[in-house]
């Protein structure tokens, strides 16, 4: 693919494509997050906060074999155990981002290893304590996002984190199509990051069954809750749920209590397990290499952008 979308992205991390992959944990490990990179734009893997005892270095040089790739960790999660930080650290990623929580313990460390250091924001009082802390960039999330996110809607939070910070912007939250890239582009982002749009890639670690769940569902099959946290006893701060597809596990014990939720959560059964996945997820309509996604993001969003151009007559 020849460059020619240009941005504080591409130019930082010498791609063609402004496109970020997600650090979705449990489903981008080294393999999504190369082939995201051999796609154009720079693949993540992610790292959850019951990740343990290390993060394993395997991933990591599956990914780096490829070009640049990075992480993205919690900051909650850390502040608690820090030790994933350190095992990202010594691995010296290309990008490191430290959402959901404040970074400031962690971006100098960051900085030093050689990483370019990312925030996701979901409200303005976030973006100032990430760019308190020194971060290169944020991300703008929106809550279409699929995963943790905060309530503010996609098109809102990116204006706002946009009118508000001199950093470069990525935004995040329901992009899938050249359309969604373009518009972010066109509203002044340096580029945007997917997660939603590569969970139906054989590169995502996921069984079939999540695939076919992710091929099937429709925009409001997700819903925004923190059931699945609470079933299995995670400290996630209240103030972030998750965006998945709703299932029966969702509907029966919608008003359960913890001690009911956590004595009949049973992860291995597919009508509980719960599937991470934002809006976006209605138009994810095939199978397709994670590659291949986001060299079409990117060759789509061109098109567009190009063909908006005309509104400017002349
Ligand atoms: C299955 C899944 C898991 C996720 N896990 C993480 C994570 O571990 N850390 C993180 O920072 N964000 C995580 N996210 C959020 C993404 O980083 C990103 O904000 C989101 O995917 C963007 O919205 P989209 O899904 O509409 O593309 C996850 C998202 C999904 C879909």
Request: aromatic share 6%; hydrophobic share 50%.
């Amino acid at each position: 693919m020849i460059a020619v979308l240009t941005t504080w992205f591409t130019r930082t991390f010498g791609v063609d494509a402004p496109i970020l992959g997600a650090p979705m944990a449990n489903r981008a490990g080294g393999a999504l997050a190369a082939a995201v990179t051999a796609g154009g734009g720079v693949g993540l893997i992610g790292v959850g906060h019951a990740q343990t005892p290390e993060f394993d270095a395997r991933p990591a040089a599956v990914a780096r074999a490829t070009g640049p790739f990075g992480a993205g960790l919690m900051c909650w999660a850390l502040d608690k155990n820090r030790a994933t930080f350190d095992a990202v650290v010594a691995e010296r990623p290309d990008v490191m981002l430290l959402s959901f929580g404040d970074p400031a313990a962690y971006v100098l460390e960051a900085k030093a290893a050689g990483a370019v250091v990312g925030s996701q924001v979901n409200t303005l009082d976030d973006l100032r304590i990430v760019e308190a802390a020194g971060v290169d960039f944020v991300i703008a999330q929106g809550s279409e996002a699929g995963g943790h996110t905060g309530h503010i809607a996609t098109l809102s939070i990116a204006q706002q984190v946009l009118d508000a910070t001199q950093l470069p912007v990525l935004v995040a939250g329901g992009i899938a199509t050249g359309r969604g890239v373009a518009a972010a582009l066109a509203a002044g982002a340096a580029g945007v990051m997917v997660g939603t749009a590569l969970l139906a890639s054989g590169e995502a670690d996921a069984p079939d069954w999540v695939r076919e769940r992710i091929l099937g569902a429709r925009a409001e099959d997700t819903l925004y809750t923190d059931l699945f946290d609470r079933a299995q006893g995670f400290d996630w701060p209240a103030r972030w749920g998750g965006r998945l597809i709703r299932n029966e596990f969702a509907d029966t014990y919608a008003d359960a209590t913890n001690k009911k939720l956590r004595a009949v959560y049973d992860k291995t059964d597919p009508t509980h397990a719960s599937v991470y996945a934002g809006e976006a997820v209605e138009l994810i309509t095939e199978l397709r290499p994670a590659a291949t996604v986001v060299a079409t993001l990117a060759a789509d969003a061109e098109r567009q952008l190009r063909s908006v151009a005309g509104l400017l007559g002349g």
